[in-house]
T-cell receptor
């Protein structure tokens, strides 16, 4: 059974702390994604990676960075957490999104609910 | 700029009826479009994918249409059940490795 695992289900951090959210997939997927989800705003893409050590900004990268040192692991880093980063964070992975691989789908982790106080 | 729009208001229907959800997109031409289901507190789960050269795709009680002229996809659930209550998200493929979603429409099926 395919799996995307996020390191924590719930997390509470203080303002100004450096926060690491970890995501591991066991499907040998090239693509990995980090989203945040807030009521009324839907899933918003923060960063994605299409290969080891490669990263691309999504729609809302400000205040975040990422690391992909190994294919199976994609980390989201909040350099200095702020209260407006309180949210549900979702990680996903997929095979390459190309015209040739038209049956690709993304697999999501269970989410990390982060509260910054 | 590129935009994906889904009805933000919840759709309330009675059990047994057909639910129809809409996904509109602007300023790009996706080669395919995916639909996902999301339950509260959980990550989205893939349901169906439709390609630009397919007008319609079916899977059990689900049907998806894709009109590239109208820039719209419709997602239908026939003979709806209370267990179909969830938020449904569309994801048109933008042509790059980026995967983005609409805001989702919440469906409530009452017995």
């Amino acid at each position: 059974d395919v799996k995307v695992t996020q390191s924590s289900r719930y997390l509470v951090k203080r303002t100004g702390e450096k926060v690491f959210l970890e995501c591991v997939q066991d499907m040998d997927h090239e693509n990995m994604f980090w989203y945040r989800q807030d009521p009324g705003l839907g899933l918003r893409l923060i960063y994605f990676s299409y290969d080891v050590k490669m990263k691309e900004k999504g729609d809302i990268p400000e205040g975040y960075s990422v690391s992909r040192e190994k294919k199976e692991r994609f980390s989201l880093i909040l350099e200095s957490a702020s209260t407006n980063q309180t949210s549900m964070y979702l990680c996903a992975s997929s095979p390459p999104l190309t015209g040739a691989s038209m049956n690709t789908e993304a697999f999501f982790g269970q989410g990390t609910r982060l509260t910054v106080v | 700029s590129q935009k994906i729009e889904q009805n933000s208001e919840a759709l309330n229907i009675q059990e047994g009826k057909t639910a129809t959800l809409t996904c509109n997109y602007t300023n790009y031409s996706p080669a395919y479009l995916q639909w996902y289901r999301q339950d509260p507190g959980r990550g989205p789960v893939f349901l169906l994918l439709i390609r630009e050269n397919e007008k319609e795709k079916r899977k059990e009680r689900l049907k998806v249409t894709f009109d590239t002229t109208l820039k719209q996809s419709l997602f239908h659930i026939t003979a709806s059940q209370p267990a179909d209550s969830a938020t449904y998200l569309c994801a048109p493929w933008t042509g790059f490795q980026k995967l983005v979603f609409g805001t989702g429409t919440r469906l409530l099926v009452s017995p």
